[in-house]
């Protein structure tokens, strides 16, 4: 790994550190009825639908610059569990968590070793590739006609979650005050369902993280 690649990783572990604030969510519009079932049934697209490991080429860019890491992520849906790890590019594990009725860190090498660090990676992990665990808040529309699935959050605040361009879907983070916190973008959905590209976004600290789908394979479900 390069100086800059260095100098940038620790950036990583700082931002995800700390949360993140924008624009007031607007006020859903009435969706017509006939529309229901078939944006249930799109709101739940993004996500996994079984069991499956899956490696990512990860992007990470702050201002001022850019580092480079793979992610391994074997994950369940049905039972809400996964464990990832986090590499630099010649395989030195860096980060490597389990999430299931409890989060385990298996390694976590400076500055990677913080416990807020491990949580903020387990909630990134969870808004990428698991459909909402909270409730159905409502179905709705924006202004322009976007259909739009909006959940409750655990803590308060809602998400929602709606198409923003030909196969693309974006998944927004509000908290209880309406303060956007957090987004994911889904798209390049490949021949399986998968999205080929996930970027989570923080405006406050500004930072982007992006994740290439390089390959996938299915597993057995976690029992």
Request: aromatic content about 8%.
């Amino acid at each position: 790994m390069n100086g800059t690649r260095l100098l940038l990783l620790p950036l990583l572990a700082l931002v995800l550190l700390t949360g993140a604030c924008a624009a007031p969510a607007r006020s859903l519009l009435p969706l017509d009825p006939a529309l229901t079932s078939a944006v249930r049934e799109e709101c739940q697209k993004p996500f996994l639908k079984g069991p499956l490991r899956l490696v990512h080429a990860l992007e990470f860019e702050v201002p001022g610059g850019k580092s480079a890491a793979i992610g391994v992520l074997a994950a369940d849906p049905g039972t809400r569990t996964f464990r990832t790890a986090l590499m630099t590019l010649e395989g030195w594990v860096l980060f490597d968590i389990e999430s299931g009725k409890t989060l385990t860190v298996h390694r976590a090498v400076p500055p990677f070793d913080s416990p807020a660090f491990a949580r903020r990676m387990a909630e990134d992990i969870s808004l990428a590739f698991f459909f909402p665990a909270e409730p159905l808040l409502a179905l709705g529309q924006e202004e322009k006609g976007v259909p739009v699935c909006r959940f409750n959050r655990a803590g308060g605040g809602f998400a929602d979650l709606f198409g923003s361009g030909e196969d693309q879907m974006e998944f927004r983070l509000y908290d209880a005050g309406g303060d956007q916190q957090k987004s994911a973008t889904f798209s390049s959905f490949n021949a399986e369902g998968l999205a080929g590209v996930v970027e989570i976004r923080s405006e406050s600290p500004s930072y982007r993280l992006r994740l290439r789908l390089l390959e996938s394979e299915p597993m057995a479900a976690v029992q």
